[in-house]
């Protein structure tokens, strides 16, 4: 598998931006997953300056970009159309962006919760076919995520998102269009992670999971600690991950703001530790 971290261009300032590089490939991470979104860099608000600022970076110190859709203003089930259809341009702007910045993997969220429960999925689904069309057009692979039981956004237990992801693949030819980011510490708000991770392998295919957010918590909320800060099991999820041949991303969700490097230095090499002991 390869592994990589966050870099939250969201809200980093642009001269922080070849520190985070720096610090990536001394450390050896293959990738940085862009956190792309307000009030930074927002597919809508990004110049071409900037792009070929990333590019240069990434080609530079050789780090490879992969990328995180926005979610803080983008909910594609809301029941005011100006709200939806604004969300809707967000995920195809974003599209575009991973194309300037020649990235063909990208994580989305889910629809928020409303008071309508019964609707959320119907309208998630319809506006959000059109956006999978889009990124298959352009070879943009979504990776939908798994959200936390403490989030306003769903889908949260293994039994929805699984239907969920289900409806969508059923709406088009999307097979090689959309996949997962499975998030351990969102899915430890759940239940174990290796069951939820093995519930999905078993109902979706164990090459729908194509990236992952690595964190850890006490199993109550999403804290995002460092790795070894919380009741997550990784040993034991590293040991499925082997057994089923993971070779996609492994990204480590922490020091998301960019403020230092501590958490993720940690967690990169206890994750190295175990991965030499399995």
């Known amino acids: ?53 990333i590019k240069e970076l990434s080609q530079s110190y050789d780090v490879g970009l992969i990328m995180h859709a926005p979610f803080t203003h983008v909910n594609l089930s809301d029941d005011v159309k100006l709200f939806a259809d604004f969300g809707i341009k967000e995920m195809q702007a974003s599209i575009k962006l991973a194309e300037r910045l020649e990235i063909d993997m990208m994580t989305v969220h889910g629809p928020y919760q409303s008071f309508d429960i019964d609707s959320i999925l119907p309208k998630f689904i319809r506006n959000f076919v059109p956006i999978l069309n889009d990124a298959k057009k352009a070879n943009v692979m979504l990776c939908f995520e798994n959200m936390p039981a403490d989030c306003p956004q769903l889908p949260q237990k293994q039994e ?10 059923e709406a088009g030819d999307f097979t090689n269009t959309l996949k997962m980011t499975f998030d351990i510490g969102h899915a430890n708000t759940v239940c174990e992670p290796v ?5 999905v392998v078993n109902a979706l295919g164990k090459d729908f999971v194509q990236d992952m957010h690595i964190h ?28 089923l041949n993971y070779k996609g991303y492994f990204t480590l969700e922490l020091d998301v703001l960019g403020e230092s490097f501590d958490k993720r230095l940690a967690g990169i090499k206890a994750i190295r530790k175990m991965l030499t002991n399995i």
């Open 195 to 199: 069951k939820y991770y093995s519930d």
């Open 216 to 243: 850890d918590n006490h199993g109550k909320y999403d804290e995002h600690n460092a790795i070894g800060e919380g009741n997550i099991d990784f040993t034991g999820f590293l040991k499925l991950l082997n057994r």
């Open 1 to 53: 598998m390869k592994i990589g971290a966050i870099m939250a261009v969201a809200i980093l300032p642009e001269e922080k931006w070849e520190k985070e590089f720096e610090f990536f490939a001394e450390n050896k991470f293959e990738y940085t997953e862009l956190m792309c979104d307000y009030p930074r860099f927002a597919p809508q608000l990004v110049n071409s300056g900037q792009i070929k600022k």
């Open 160 to 169: 929805h998102y699984i239907l969920a992801a289900k409806k969508l693949l």
